[in-house]
């Protein structure tokens, strides 16, 4: 499969604008992949084990998601150990093979110099999520969900689609592997897998109408879904053969549905969470700027018309092998200072965490302005392809289809996020690069705009590498200390954080004998791995939008009747319980309250004694709680 063209000086602009890419991004990674390790890190780990011990999710243990996930954990694993430090390593490749595909999508659209830029933008962005780890199951769902649409973007730049002729197989080969890839995705994640894979097909279905006609477009059509079936139909058969396909129903579907407050919420009540009075004050200020640029920079009108033309897309805007060499060295130098300026300085770290305006672009503009854009893109390439049937404005179409998907997809979680926005912002800042202006002005403007954007969103990263509902990691160029318990070597964290790893899995290990049952709640898991103790329940993590209120009353009463010799308690502050039951139980109380009522009376019997806590901040408390012998 050729990825670049057969000219010589493109093919040697877009292996040096991907080199570029690669590098920043790996060097980004090298930097703060290993130096922070919150509690609620392992869930995964934690399934894969229990499946690398023969136990069937869904049979003999809750789980919230299809099967695919925990899978390849486990296949993980049992190559390379249950070593955290190796999961990272693992989390970096699929971070630069996301930097590759989108690179190559990216490519379709934009010259190789845009293409770079806005590629380090986007990933960068992507893993400015506060709760970004890299081999997370989100990480692998969007690089399935990426390589399928650029697939399918290979099979249109094939004019023969018969099955008669070699070019035409070749052609559905990509097509059916995109399926297939899709079809991975939804087996990864059922709701934001569902999305990007019901969006493609759209895509597909409507690009095969547009430029094959309704009766060859069918052939195209009946390729993509059969491509989809495949690991549909496979995972069909390994839940009949072990007997679950009840209980798969029962939790992934209806459950999962249930723990975030039903199907109506989960599809649509992140849309009045996005549209608040600060972020439409975001969009106001995007409509000013492209009404700005409209008038004053390109008043022969807007560039999408030529957005995706191959002509526009594979030039190179110096004439010279030197020019282009010294444009891929700025931007190369541009970012890697970018990168590493705010990691070697503090005080300058803060200066642009503290931004105001950088604030307002990142959290508003960016995040209004990409999901309004990737729904104009959509309509706009929709029209165009439809009813004008131009086959140049195909990876367009495909592409911001696919994006708007992957958007609404990630939305059902808890809003719209970064992540979700991984193909969008790249999208934005594209158009807005390739906008034709007196001198380039707006596009050093937008290329300054992008170096601050990069300083500010590595500077969170490096001042807060994780936060999830309080509970956060602190600062890793202030963490010194080396961890030492099984399966954290290589890790690089605050001598906190070590000390509550390392004295909580010596207690567990003293006080209990291998097959002694412990229980942790609701949300770290981590210390069943790190002791090889195991609970009785048959939920495994007990967080809101997990553990359907069912199952947890269960495991309350489990707590009850068979008390755990060693109870790992994290106490979540009220503020956390009430938001979430406002936002998944429509201010219910949660079945989770249970369980703590469970654990408040099992720990007041009598019957356990406090071994120690720790003060966490924002409002959290580890205790521990040691079983008193008879």
């Known amino acids: 499969m050729r990825l670049f063209p057969k000219n010589k000086k493109q093919s040697r602009d877009i292996a040096v604008g991907l080199g570029v890419s690669l590098v920043v991004i790996l060097l980004y990674n090298i930097l703060f992949f290993n130096r922070y390790l919150p509690l609620t890190e392992g869930w995964f780990s934690v399934y894969a084990n229990y499946m690398l011990d023969g ?21 993980f694993t049992y190559v390379f150990g249950a070593s955290f430090i190796a999961l990272r390593v693992f989390g970096v490749v699929i971070t630069l093979s996301i930097t590759l595909v989108l690179f190559l999508l990216y490519l379709r659209l934009f010259p190789a110099y845009i293409a770079c830029i806005v590629t380090i933008v986007s990933v960068v962005y992507y893993e400015s999520n506060s709760t970004f780890i890299g081999y997370n199951f989100l990480n692998m769902l969007h690089l399935f969900a990426l390589l399928g649409t650029f697939l399918i973007c290979k099979y249109y730049d094939y004019n023969d689609h018969s099955w008669k002729s070699w070019e035409g197989r070749k052609a559905s080969a990509f097509l059916l592997s995109a399926g297939c890839l899709f079809a991975l995705a939804l087996l990864i994640k059922q709701s934001d897998g569902l999305f990007a894979l019901m ?28 491509g989809i079936l495949i690991p549909v139909l496979a995972l069909l ?11 798969f129903w029962d939790q992934v579907v209806t459950g999962a549905s249930s723990s975030k407050g039903g199907l109506t919420a989960i599809l649509f009540n992140w849309i009045p969470r996005l549209f608040t009075r600060a972020n439409v004050g975001g969009l106001a ?19 999408l018309g030529r ?54 672009i990142y959290y508003r503009v960016l995040l209004i302005a ?25 990876d367009a179409f495909l592409i911001s289809t696919v994006s708007l998907g992957i958007l609404w997809g990630t939305s059902t979680s808890a809003g719209i996020g970064d992540m979700g926005m991984i193909v969008a912002v790249g999208l934005l800042l ?53 961890l030492k318990p099984r399966y954290l070597q290589g890790f690089v964290v605050s001598e906190e954080t070590a000390r509550i790893f390392t004295e909580v899995t010596s207690i567990v290990e003293r006080d209990t004998q291998p097959g002694d049952s412990i229980y942790a709640f609701p949300n770290i898991p981590i210390f069943y791995l790190l002791t090889e103790r ?28 068979s008390p755990p010799k060693i109870i790992i308690s994290l106490d979540v502050p009220e503020y956390v319980w009430q938001a979430h039951e406002d936002m998944f139980r429509s201010g219910e109380i949660s079945g989770q309250r249970m369980i703590k009522d469970s654990i408040d009376y099992l720990t007041s019997s009598g019957d356990y004694e406090l071994e120690t806590t720790y003060d966490i901040p924002n409002d959290y408390t580890l205790s521990v709680w040691r079983m008193l012998e008879e």
């Open 199 to 226: 969006f493609s097909f759209v895509a597909v279905a409507l690009a095969a109408y547009a430029k094959e006609g309704l009766r060859n477009g069918l052939r195209s059509i009946a390729v993509y879904s059969l």
């Open 285 to 303: 200020v995007a409509v000013l700027i492209v009404i700005a640029l409209r008038i004053y920079c390109f008043p022969e009108g807007f560039a």
């Open 430 to 482: 594209g158009c807005l690069l390739i906008i034709p202006a007196r001198l380039h002005l707006t596009k050093i403007a937008l290329t300054i705009l992008c170096a601050f954007l990069v300083l500010f969103m590595a500077s969170h990263k490096y001042i807060e590498p994780y936060y999830w509902w309080g509970l956060h990691q602190p600062d890793i160029r202030t963490t010194s200390t080396r």
């Open 370 to 394: 990409g999901f309004t854009g990737s729904m104009l893109l959509f309509c706009v390439f929709l029209y165009k392809t439809i009813r004008e049937r131009k086959a140049s404005h195909l």
């Open 307 to 360: 957005l995706g033309d191959r002509s526009l897309c594979m030039h190179s805007p110096d004439r010279t092998k030197i020019k282009s060499a010294v444009l891929f060295l700025a931007i190369l130098a541009i970012f890697t200072l970018c990168i590493l300026l705010p990691f070697w300085s503090v005080d300058l770290s803060h200066d642009f965490w503290d931004n105001h305006f950088l604030n307002f």
């Open 55 to 75: 136990s069937i999710p869904y049979r003999d243990f809750h789980f919230f998601l299809p099967p695919l996930y925990p899978g390849i954990m486990a296949a």
């Open 237 to 247: 058969i390994w839940l009949t053969s072990n007997g679950v396909l009840g209980s």
């Open 534 to 561: 195991y609970p009785d329940t048959f939920g495994v993590v007990s967080w809101f939008d997990v553990e359907p209120d069912r199952l947890a009353a269960d495991d309350a009463q489990r707590i009850r009747e």
